[in-house]
């Protein structure tokens, strides 16, 4: 394996084709998931089968990179199997890690293949030392993906608690900050990102004009109406446009994505093992260019060097084309 040196990049692939990408783009370690409700990106013409995730992790260890398996929805009482079966499926492919967040899961894979490595997903929500402790402690976990609700010094001073790896998001989309809690699209689709993987499934998204704007629609409920050259977003409900007290505002979160390229010596000062990218979604253009943004600038600060001018780069592949420190920026709340 290529050695990681203080700041792991961590990328997503929502493809085998995306995987490569990812890799010869600069990525140290790639994330994906299995095509069916296992994980939290289960949208039509994603993932891999498990032959793709054999011949990725193949990809992946013959240039020295790292391939880890999101397992991070919660099965429903009864339908452990089909998680069981992903658990079992990235050990005998070769996966360096599985991203777990279910307790029973977590159990599983501890007890039937301890040697494979555990991260505690973000999905778990684990946002202090007690809760952290508890995975460490029950299921050896190795690492924890931190939810997107702790300003840099929470960061410094949890990841100093906690002894394991601490891994952080870096870009990509942002959701209303209560990581594996949220069941808002399961009230209007009947599908739970929780447990069935998928926020606004495709198939109930519609777009429809209507006097000169656009309706963005979920099902039978209206997200969010768009003027003509307005910046325009996918149909989740936590970041749909509602009329109340007769206006109509963004009640839960803006459609912003998360960009913290400008405090990256701020996360290497907390203590942070990794940085992730959002968007196993999106395309291979936005792969190729957002990690070799990234890369680019983690080279720049490993070597001493000034960063690089990427910063229109990244604002261009910002959903809603507008950005943010999120939690990041203290005095938040």
């Not at 999106?282 to 990234?294: D, I, L, P, Q, S």
Request: with cysteine; hydrophobic share 45%; net charge positive.
């Amino acid at each position: 394996m290529r050695p990681i040196r203080y700041l792991e990049l961590v990328c997503p692939a929502g493809t085998p084709a995306a995987l490569r990408t990812a890799i010869e783009a600069g990525a140290d370690t790639v994330y994906c998931g299995l095509a069916d409700a296992t994980n939290a990106r289960n949208y039509p013409g994603l993932n891999f089968s498990p032959g793709e995730l054999a011949e990725g992790v193949a990809f992946a260890h013959a240039r020295g990179r790292r391939v880890l398996v999101a397992v991070n929805t919660f099965p429903r009482a009864g339908e452990m199997a089909l998680w069981h079966r992903a658990i079992d499926t990235a050990a005998a492919c070769g996966a360096d890690a599985v991203i777990l967040a279910d307790l029973g899961v977590l159990d599983y894979a501890a007890s039937r293949h301890p040697g494979l490595r555990r991260h505690l997903s973000v999905q778990a929500a684990a946002a202090n030392p007690l809760a952290i402790d508890f995975y460490r402690a029950r299921f050896a976990i190795s690492r924890v993906v931190l939810p997107r609700v702790l300003a840099v010094a929470e960061v410094a001073a949890l990841v100093a608690r906690i002894g394991v790896e601490a891994e952080v998001f870096a870009f990509g989309s942002l959701g209303t900050m209560v990581e594996g809690r949220c069941y808002l699209s399961s009230y209007i689709t009947g599908r739970s990102p929780s447990s069935d993987g998928v926020c606004a499934p495709a198939e109930h998204v519609a777009y429809r004009e209507d006097g000169g704007g656009l309706l963005a629609c979920l099902g039978a409920a209206v997200m969010n109406r768009f003027a003509p050259g307005e910046a325009r977003s996918y149909p989740t409900p936590c970041k749909g446009r509602f009329v109340t007290n007769g206006a109509p505002s963004y009640l839960f979160e803006e459609p912003v994505g998360l960009n913290a390229s400008a405090i990256l010596p701020r996360l290497k000062e907390a203590g942070v093992t990794a940085l992730k990218i959002e968007g196993r979604q999106r395309g291979r253009a936005y792969v190729a260019e957002v990690v070799g943004a990234f890369r680019a600038l983690l080279d720049a600060l490993d070597e001493g060097r000034p960063p690089p001018a990427v910063a229109s780069r990244l604002r261009g592949l910002a959903e809603g084309s507008q950005e943010t420190f999120g939690a990041y920026r203290e005095g938040w709340r």
